[in-house]
């Protein structure tokens, strides 16, 4: 389970806080954000978190997310067709009201206009979905969002 605490994210995140006093960026993962900022409070004065969970895939303590049978139909898909699998991610993520919609048609415009994404960054970012556990270390988060 990836927490707050895993060797990886700290690594990333000290990578992020060396860049500096201070700093602004668009981090694309709530897990390296709240790290950075758990870690570097002084560095990072402000989050901005859209559309983010602590925790991806649900459970019994956790009803706010994805199942676990849908993630697992990710990975089984990822390895049968790709570009499927990364419209109906987006997809679930957009949302259904027509600023979801109108989103979601931006975002398929522009999926694959940088070439086609290694399969092995795709299973390692749905595995961090699948694994990662941020809501224990919430309280340690002081940075104002």
Known sequence: MTTLDSRP???????????GPRFG??????VLALTAARLAPERVTKLVLIAATPRFVSDTGWPHAVTPE????????????YRATLERFLSLQAGRD?????????????LFAHGEPDIAAL????????????????????TPT
Do not use: K, M, P, W
């Open 70 to 81: 849908t993630v697992g139909q990710f990975a089984a898909d990822l390895e049968t067709d």
């Open 9 to 19: 994210v700290h690594a990333t995140a000290g990578q992020i806080d060396a860049r």
């Open 98 to 110: 027509e600023t979801g919609r109108a989103a979601l048609r931006a975002l398929r415009t522009h």
């Open 123 to 142: 299973r390692a970012g749905l595995r961090l979905l699948r694994d990662s556990d941020l809501c224990a270390g919430l309280g340690q988060v002081t």
């Open 25 to 30: 960026a668009l981090v694309t993962t709530v």
